[in-house]
């Protein structure tokens, strides 16, 4: 018979949705299991990422659910953001209509990937049902001080009036008019994420389930670090210029400032003087960079002088100010002391413009001159050059300088993290309504809790210029919820992390009208047993959500502390990249045999790289299902590397993997009619059917581990290796207890197969006369006894080169071995006429012979 995959697939997807065989609900008597890939952006079509991420998170719901467990394992659409707008200038169409017709065709292109998803489970975060509850935790944040509003830098564009998020700004230029970009100030919303800095960063200690290298970024994005502010008087300020540092011990050496071009401060000390034109374009050209390059130890160390000057206030030396690039606000006060003999880069900047560099620590038995230093020294020693700390060794200066600062109001011991408050405003449309009123009278006040969603309005004119609810009278105009007086509704959305930090949350009862989410349903199902996404959320969104569930917990909507138990960070697909020199980069169906098949012209094979649609080196993952099939492109992701560890394309890999579902296929169906009815199990067993036993429970055992330790594409070998083995066994079979061990083997196979090609799986399942869904059988277990031979396979050698493979029993002694290879007919012919001159015998592994 030939498999169809089309017919098989379609039949088993349909009958899955009619039976809901996915639906779950909270069941005291069942141990939970919450399984959860990071939710997709609607694009419009997923991709092979999407594929795999989505595969590895059915191959765990599926094997948990027939180990047991009471699955939840839900799907919902991270539906507000910039693309949408992006696409809804660009169609002219209506954000909402664009977005909701992508949820609409990318949820059939999931279902026939046979996800084993419960769709009554739902969500989109557009839906003002979901973004509703937001706004009320916003309401509390704001009522409890956790959030607050403060003006920051945005970009700019003054030809389409509008603010640009990071990703719209094209080498410092609007991605849309191609005019430059300039850095504004706006006032902006904040959530206090400060005030948890702490806790983050103490759970990331106890989050065993997490990758390390994921808890390590967390903890230097939080970057907690203890040290000390000092204050440097500004004689055109009465304020002084603060620092952070951590080596106050270096406080004589510091020669400059630096301060961030971000600094509240920068232009203003440049305002009105002969540096201010000079200065502003300085600026802005550095804001325009990204701040990982900034950051970047082999950047380029730019700068430019204010005019003014610090007092250093231990030396009383006036020490000029420059705007750095490589200093960022996102760390300390935005201000460094530079002490380039015992900093790097300090060091490369005072070399650049010719500042002096002054040794205040020297190195046990090296004296170190600051004219001739040619990097700088950032080890342990002795102070030198700061008066009466001199001859201290650094930890004991940290702490004597510190207390000098404190009793003289220059400074104190601190503690200072990296971590800084979320901005979660947008100046932006389509995104969750922050819900709050702007009163002449009494100021900013919170919309009333009975009056929740702020809707986002759909009927406003979308011109892609500017924020189109700026321009919404009937949105913007109200009254204030405390006084009745005419007020203005806040024209910001929040962040589109906002709604990713909580849907987790949602999934456990969306369809709760009283609340986020019903609390004893979440504390069932919560934390998430299982969270599968990419690496590159190391940071905002696993932060965020952690962040967000200590305040929902805090609130008392919750109890739990932390959002996810375990997190698998999958790696990307990749494939080599093709470019014609004439019509730039193509699609892989547009190379032939190396040649552009528009033109003909050769093309240029790039490196292997991440699949993406700027560079067309994708695969239309439609296409994929459509020619082999849903199990196959499942199987292939799956089977072609290890979930962790990036994918590489192989069309050979595919076809193999498509090759091995039809083997089995003919397997089950060659064999569907072994007639097993009236057979008795014979008392005695046979050798076959002791292989028949070995390989089946050692493969159980194999399988099963594998899973657990996400080593999905070992547990696919271990089925194929099954599967060979039946192969080749399926000829011999004479006892009626091979052919019921037979049988079971089969049967296990597809049980063991089913979370990784469920389709295939259900319908040979069938074909062996089974009346029920094979994914809802209990996983089979395997008896230990039974994973080890009797014999094993000893390798004769002579002189190192394989001659014979004897079967011998498990544990046979050295004698019994060596008289066994020596009668072996193979290993006698070359004995023959030789000196047997030294015997070596390994036990159940190897024989080794030296002849002369």
Known sequence: MQYNHSEVESTWQKLWEEHKSYKTSKDENKEKFYCLEMFPYPSGKIHMGHVRNYAIGD?????KTMKGFNVIHPMGWDAFGLPAENAAIKNKIHPAKWTYSNIKFMKEQLKKLGLSYDWDREIATCDPEYYKWEQLVFIKMFEKGLVYNKTSNVNWCEDCNTVLANEQVEDGKCWRCGNDVEIKELDGWFFKISEYADELLDYTYKMDGWPEKVLTMQRNWIGKSHGAIIRFPLQELDEPIEVFTTRPDTLYGANFMLIAPEHPLTRQLIAGTEKEEEGIKFINSILKEEKISRMAEDKEK???????????PMTNKQIPIYIANYVLMDYGTGAIMAVPAHDQRDFDFAKEYNLPITVVIQPEGKELNG????EAYAGDGYL????EFNGLDVETAKEKITEYLNENNLGEKTVNYRLKDWGISRQRYWGAPIPVVHCDKCGVVPVKEEDLPVKLPLDVEFTGIGNPLESAEEFVNTECPRCSAPAKRETDTMDTFVESSWYFLRYCSPQCETAPFNKDEANYWMPVDQYIGGVEHAIMHLLYARFYTKILRDLGFVNVDEPFQNLLTQGMVCKETYKCPIHGWLFPEEVEKDKCVI?????????????????KNVVDPDNLIKEYGADTARLFSLFAAPPDRDLEWNQQGVEGCYRFINRVFRLVTNNSGLNIENANPDKKESELSKDLEYNLHSTIKKVTNDIEKFHLNTAVAACMELTNFLYQTEKKLKTDNEKILYLQSLETLLKMLTPFVPHICEELWEKLDNKTFVSNQDWPSFDESKTVKDTTT????INGKVRAN????????????LNSAKADSKVQKHLEGKNLVKEIYVPDKLVSLVVK
């Open 806 to 817: 004897l079967e011998l029993p498990v544990g046979a002694q050295k004698e019994e071995a």
């Open 371 to 374: 004219e001739t230093m040619e």
């Open 302 to 312: 730019k700068g430019f002088f204010t005019g003014k000057y610090v007092t250093n």
């Open 794 to 797: 000893i390798v004769v050698q």
């Open 599 to 615: 033109c003909d012209s050769d093309v240029e094979i790039g490196r292997v790289e991440k699949m993406s649609k700027s560079k």
């Open 384 to 387: 030198v050059n700061s008066e």
């Open 59 to 63: 191959v765990v719901s599926r094997y």
